[in-house]
C-alpha cells in the first residue's frame, strides 16, 4: 500500500505564503505524477496544480503566478508554494499521486488525508 501525508497548512493572513509538502512511502516502484487538489465548503473538489515526471507543471488559473508546484523525485515528495494568499484560496488541500507499486504494473491512484489552508482578510 502507499501513504501521502501532508503537512504545511495552517493559518495565514491574505498576502501571506505558505508551503505544503506532501511525502509518499510504501511500496512505490515510481511515481507518474504528484499534484494538489483544493475542496472549499460547499464546493467540488478542484485540482489547484500538477506535476508529471519529466513533464511541465500545470495550474489553475486562479493560482497562476502565486503557486509554484515542485518534486523531489528522490525522496517522493512534492511541495505547493503559496504566496500572494487570496481569502479565497481556503480550503482543504489534498495531496493526489499516481504511483506504480512494487511488482505491479497497475497505475493506482492516491489520496492525503487532506491539510486546511485557511487565509484570513
Known amino acids: 500500500q502507499v501513504q501521502l501525508v501532508e503537512s504545511g497548512g495552517g493559518l495565514v493572513q491574505a498576502g501571506g505564503s505558505l508551503r505544503l509538502s506532501c511525502a509518499a512511502s510504501g511500496s512505490i516502484f515510481s511515481i507518474n505524477a504528484m499534484g494538489w487538489y483544493r475542496q472549499a465548503p460547499g464546493k467540488q473538489r478542484e485540482l489547484v496544480a500538477g506535476?508529471?515526471?519529466?513533464?511541465?507543471?500545470n495550474y489553475a488559473d486562479s493560482v497562476k503566478g502565486r503557486f509554484t508546484i515542485s518534486r523531489d523525485n528522490a525522496k517522493n515528495t512534492v511541495y505547493l508554494q503559496m504566496n500572494s494568499l487570496k481569502p479565497e484560496d481556503t480550503a482543504v488541500y489534498y495531496c493526489n499521486a499516481d504511483v506504480q507499486q512494487r511488482g505491479s504494473w497497475i497505475v493506482s491512484n492516491f489520496w492525503g488525508q487532506g491539510t486546511q489552508v485557511t487565509v484570513s482578510s
Open positions: 506535476l508529471t515526471t519529466g513533464g511541465s507543471p
